[in-house]
């Protein structure tokens, strides 16, 4: 006869094992843990503007410290002339840890802004276009703030297909759509 505690023994083994029961893990992207522009995966953070289609945003993107806490910071004047509107920090997952998301429910961000509204971009191996994205949006108050954006949250921007967070290919942190003066600092990025 089997012991009552040896098959909660197997019965634990066997769902740890495969995966039915599963603490909440993360997948760090980036801590600024690196004292330049790469993320914890190795790839690089850049600088992307609107003046890439003829567009006047102008912007920086450096490290920083901000109450103690090393981060990313993201400046910049969003303009509307020439059909512009939009900075953004840009990171290349794809031939990352990252790029296959599937297992995840979402992003989290810890972020520390101006109180304005920013919007976190994804791309996949359906898009095509440069203006094509997977998007959400959220508030950064000018205090540091944990933000969780689950995959569900994010829209299709001009693109029929329904998000593959198995084939993720870049990360994109933007201020976008009308003028204002970003100045967001990213602490941490990753996946929950």
């Not at 108050?141 to 829209?155: C, G, H, I, M, S």
């Not at 933007?174 to 990213?186: H, K, P, S, V, Y």
């Amino acid at each position: 006869m089997i012991k009552p505690f040896t098959l909660c023994t197997v019965f634990l083994f066997f769902c740890f094992n495969s995966g039915l029961l599963m603490a909440e893990e993360m997948l760090i992207i980036d801590d600024r843990q690196s004292n330049g522009l790469a993320s914890n995966l190795g790839s690089e953070w850049r600088m992307v503007s609107d003046g890439v289609m003829g567009g006047v945003s102008s912007g920086s993107l450096a490290l920083d410290s901000v109450d103690g806490k090393k981060c990313l910071h993201l400046r910049g004047s969003v303009r509307l002339e020439n059909s512009g509107g939009f900075l953004q920090a840009a990171l290349d997952i794809e031939r990352t840890a990252a790029s296959n998301a599937s297992t995840y429910q979402g992003l989290l961000l810890e972020v520390y802004g101006n109180n304005e509204v920013y919007n976190l971009h994804l791309r996949t191996d359906d898009i095509q276009r440069p203006w094509q994205s997977y998007r959400a949006s959220f508030n950064a108050p000018a205090q540091w703030l944990k933000v969780k954006l689950p995959f569900d949250a994010f829209t299709a921007y001009r693109i029929e297909k329904e998000m593959d967070t198995a084939h993720l290919k870049r990360i994109g942190i933007a201020a976008i759509g009308r003028a204002f003066t970003a100045d967001l600092c990213i602490a941490r990025l990753a996946l929950y």
